[in-house]
């Protein structure tokens, strides 16, 4: 079954990592990025099912990956982590996760499956 790949872009390696792990144990591809400049290499070379937006990045470097983003006319779903003031505010994300693992990973589900992505079947956490 193929995977969903996944981009999440962040300023906070620990919570990047620990976000990382929590996709990956369920079945998820995951690659990271510490910066906007570190995620557009990533995004020309990659073929993302969804990107997702730490809290940690400031908000005009988020405004400015999905300007980045949807420039290009992708319509790959981003969404950001509860916590995320961008998140809140923003009508440019597709969806704001909850930050806690369980429905963090029921959410992206349904993120993946309404923008027609693969999901990837997985176990509760």
Not at 14 to 26: G, H, Y
Not at 77 to 94: M, N, Y
Request: proline fraction near 4%.
């Amino acid at each position: 079954m193929p995977q969903a790949l996944v981009l999440s872009i962040g300023l906070d390696s620990r919570v990047l990592d620990t976000r990382a792990l929590i996709l990956r144990s369920v079945g998820y591809t995951v690659l990271t990025a510490m910066s906007v400049k570190e995620a557009v290499p990533l995004l020309q070379s990659n073929d993302f099912d969804v990107i997702v937006i730490c809290h940690t990045l400031p908000t005009k470097d988020c405004e400015r990956l999905v300007s980045l983003v949807r420039a290009s006319g992708s319509r790959i779903p981003i969404v950001t982590v509860s916590g995320s003031a961008f998140g809140q505010q923003s009508v440019s994300a597709d969806a704001t996760l909850d930050k806690e693992p369980v429905a963090f990973l029921r959410e992206m589900g349904e993120v993946l499956r309404s923008h027609g992505q693969t999901q990837v079947l997985h176990r509760e956490a």
